[in-house]
């Protein structure tokens, strides 16, 4: 069975700066992949980044970037130059390849500070 | 773009009513799935359907049912509302490449639903 580790249960930032929000995982299954989500007040779930279990190389999207640390078995979300519009739950999940379904991580909650 | 859209963003119901939550997805994805999301919880699958006429159980899917007459529509019923499940209701969507670790999961807006 997989697991979501998020130890940060609420983290603030200044705007403009940089945050990593921590994920640790834990799978006994050799292919599998990895997704952080962003959800707003307003409820909806946002995909931000997927990295695999096979990609060698951090995956990056605009201001997201996911520090993936496999045999540490931790895939931290990075966000740079922190924006108000940022503040939101960030969740990070996983699913492996002989599940259907997705296991979420409790959530961070970011607050950007102006 | 990927677009999940739910029938109603909030829904008031009383216990012992029978209710339906809709949700369409335009990206032709063969995966459904109908999640529930409560404080310190986080989100638990309820069920989840691959194929039309197909569906699953997830982790908590008791006083629930599901339809999947048609691929873009996927309907959570409650065939009995009580108070705890008032919650917030998600409904998302994959491809269903069968690679499943390299499937993004696409959501719509969420229900709140408060049964009184």
């Known amino acids: 069975a997989q697991k979501i580790t998020q130890t940060q249960p609420g983290m603030f930032v200044q705007e403009k700066e940089a945050v990593t929000l921590d994920c640790t995982y834990d799978t006994s299954d050799q292919s599998y992949g990895l997704f952080w989500y962003k959800q707003p007040s307003s409820g909806e779930m946002i995909f931000l980044i997927y990295q695999g279990s096979y990609d060698e190389q951090n995956a990056t999207e605009g201001r997201y970037s996911l520090n993936f640390q496999k045999a540490r078995k931790s895939a931290n979300l990075v966000i740079s130059a922190s924006q108000l519009g940022d503040s939101a739950m960030y969740f990070c999940a996983m699913t492996a390849n002989y599940g259907q379904n997705f296991v979420f991580g409790p959530g961070t909650r970011l607050s950007v500070l102006p | 773009d990927v677009k999940v859209t739910q029938s109603s963003r909030y829904l008031v119901k009383r216990t012992g009513e029978k209710v339906f939550l809709e949700c369409v997805q335009d990206?032709?994805?063969?995966?459904m799935f109908w999640y529930r999301q409560d404080p310190g919880l986080g989100l638990r699958l309820i069920y989840f359907s691959y194929d039309v006429k197909m569906k699953e159980k997830g982790d908590i899917p008791e006083g629930y049912s599901v339809s999947r007459e048609k691929k873009e529509r996927f309907s959570l019923i409650l065939e009995s509302a009580s108070t705890n499940q008032t919650s917030m209701y998600l409904c998302?969507?994959?491809?269903?490449?069968?690679?499943?670790?390299?499937?993004?999961?696409?959501f719509g807006p969420g229900t709140r639903l408060l049964v009184l």
């Open positions: 998302a969507s994959s491809l269903g490449t069968g690679r499943v670790y390299q499937e993004t999961q696409y």
């Open positions: 990206m032709d994805h063969e995966n």
